[in-house]
């Protein structure tokens, strides 16, 4: 079983090489060869999933450790690589598909194909990274293929978005590698499990301060945080989400902002370094003002893709306190049972977040494709000629909102229960009140763009083609078949190892490197 974990890597890279060669003499060879890799990447992850439990190790180049120092290239799987990757696969796999009749409009389609590869190959790689170097290796080769894939079109706003991606995600890069730099030169090693390790022995000054690793804990999060486009680190994102082309829409905020940024940051604040209130109670503050200012920066938004952009946000803002809560409590020495309830509400948001917000992305391609325009105001009347995009851009639309039966409403159900448990109420407010909002914006989608009269111009469009309605109903029923997870026998199985594996935080080390 450990020898299948380089594969997440290696199928994805491999694909990109030899799409690069055999592409340019064999049509339509690319489009045929991505949703087969895809697919196979999800059986992968299903597989782990369901066949293995606890941590699994593989060491490149079967190197073993030097007098107790892991001198080889650890690749890690656990419970929460295990989710994280889920989220990769089989968001990646639906976005594919759908691309497969959207990239017709683009003259160069073999390299949207390879692009998205290597995306993959990249996000895969720092997932099932137990090495803080190669984290930084990966997140350069998904962020470079993402910065290509949002000037895709090469039109004037799609360059100038990715100019300006290109431009804050360089100085996060830089930050982070100043952090890894500096741990490197404290510590000796890359290894995450052998720095905690040794970040625990060495870098605790006398008086308790830790003046170290409050720094690279600042460094860290400021480098992740524009990553994954926590506030104040957002300024990037509405223009980077809604210049891409949908699917990759549908990537950068379902899934990239996940892997190369909060994947990240719960990694190493849960794994590597050790837990403290101060920095808990910047990230629970962080996420809450994420999750206010998405909300009521999207509210006025007239461009459909844009404003669904400020809304990835804000979300990201609940998956941030559900976690950052856990962690408060965790760090205070709280309840543990409560911690764990607040960490499955953020995990199980960051979840539900992938399916649903890919879904309104896809919608909102959908809509442009036929139309030509995501202006809000120049719509209407589109559910008798989309009944696929109107009904599914609904169920996405109640399920970001937190309405039941859909999956949104029970993550936050979760993290709102654990934030009263734990006695922060005006958390608790916020969040009810920010779902309240973001079910007034997304009644302003339903009403200017589905409902009301036909434009004549519009009269002549019809459903978009098969692989972009199928990618739309089967995203629509997993935001109705991922409620399941409320359940505590469901939750056992995809949620739960995630969550022990950050409550029991301190055992990373001992589980990777025996000690």
């Not at 109670?281 to 938004?301: E, F, H, P, R, W």
């Not at 999956?407 to 734990?422: D, E, P, R």
Request: with cysteine; aromatic share 12%; hydrophobic share 55%.
């Amino acid at each position: 079983m450990n020898s299948l974990i380089p594969l997440f890597v290696i199928i994805p890279l491999g694909s990109a090489f030899i799409m690069s060669i055999l592409g340019r003499v064999i049509k339509n060879f690319n489009k045929f060869i991505t949703p087969i890799f895809m697919l196979s990447l999800v059986y992968l992850t299903l597989h782990f999933i369901f066949n293995s439990e606890g941590s699994l190790i593989y060491k490149v180049g079967g190197h073993q450790p030097v007098n107790g120092v892991p001198i080889a290239i650890y690749m890690v799987m656990d419970g929460l690589s295990k989710l994280v990757l889920l989220i990769i696969s089989v968001v990646g796999f639906l976005s594919i598909f759908y691309s497969l009749s959207y990239t017709k409009q683009y003259t160069s389609e073999r390299k949207f194909y390879v692009l998205f590869s290597l995306m993959i190959a990249g996000m895969n790689g720092i997932v099932i990274s137990g090495d803080i170097f190669n984290i930084y290796v990966f997140l350069e080769i998904a962020a470079i293929a993402s910065y290509a894939l949002v000037a895709f079109g090469v039109e004037k706003q799609q360059l100038e978005a990715s100019f300006k991606y290109q431009v804050l995600g360089g100085i996060a890069s830089l930050i982070i590698l100043l952090a890894i730099g500096l741990i490197y030169w404290n510590t000796g090693t890359l290894n995450i499990a052998d720095i905690s390790r040794q970040l625990t022995v060495n870098c605790t000054s006398p008086d308790g301060s830790n003046v170290f690793i409050k720094f690279i804990s600042i460094l860290l999060m400021a480098g992740f945080g524009l990553k994954a486009a926590i506030f104040p680190f957002h300024s990037w994102l509405p223009d980077a989400h809604s210049s891409a082309p949908s699917p990759i829409s549908a990537m950068l905020s379902g899934v990239l902002i996940k892997a190369i940024g909060i994947y990240v940051i719960i990694r190493l604040f849960f794994n590597m370094l050790p837990l403290s209130y101060e920095l808990s109670m910047t990230i629970t503050i962080l996420g809450t003002i994420s999750m206010i200012v998405g909300v009521l920066l999207a509210i006025g938004q007239w461009d459909f893709k844009r404003l669904l952009a400020y809304h990835s946000i804000s979300q990201m803002g609940y998956v941030i306190i559900g976690i950052g809560i856990g962690m408060l409590i965790l760090a205070t020495g709280g309840d543990r049972k409560i911690a764990a309830l607040s960490i499955s509400g953020g995990l199980f948001h960051m979840l539900n977040h992938s399916i649903f917000k890919g879904l309104l992305f896809l919608n909102a391609g959908s809509v442009e494709y036929r139309t030509g325009t995501r202006n809000l105001k120049k719509l209407g009347g589109l559910s008798s000629k989309m009944p696929i995009t109107s009904g599914s851009s609904f169920v996405a639309s109640m399920a970001i909102s937190g309405i039941p039966p859909f999956n949104g409403f029970f993550s936050k159900v979760l993290i709102i229960i654990a934030a009263v448990q734990a006695g922060f109420i005006w958390i608790a407010f916020f969040a009810v009140l920010v779902s309240v909002i973001t079910l007034a914006s997304f009644t302003k989608i339903q009403k200017y763009v589905f409902s009301g009269e036909l434009h004549s111009k519009y009269s002549k469009i019809k459903e978009v083609p098969f692989s972009m309605s199928f990618s739309m109903i089967l995203l629509s029923i997993l935001c109705v078949i991922f409620s399941l997870l409320i359940i505590p026998e469901v939750r056992m199985i995809f949620l739960q190892p995630a969550v022990d594996v950050l409550i029991n935080s301190t055992n990373y080390a001992t589980k990777i490197i025996g000690i």
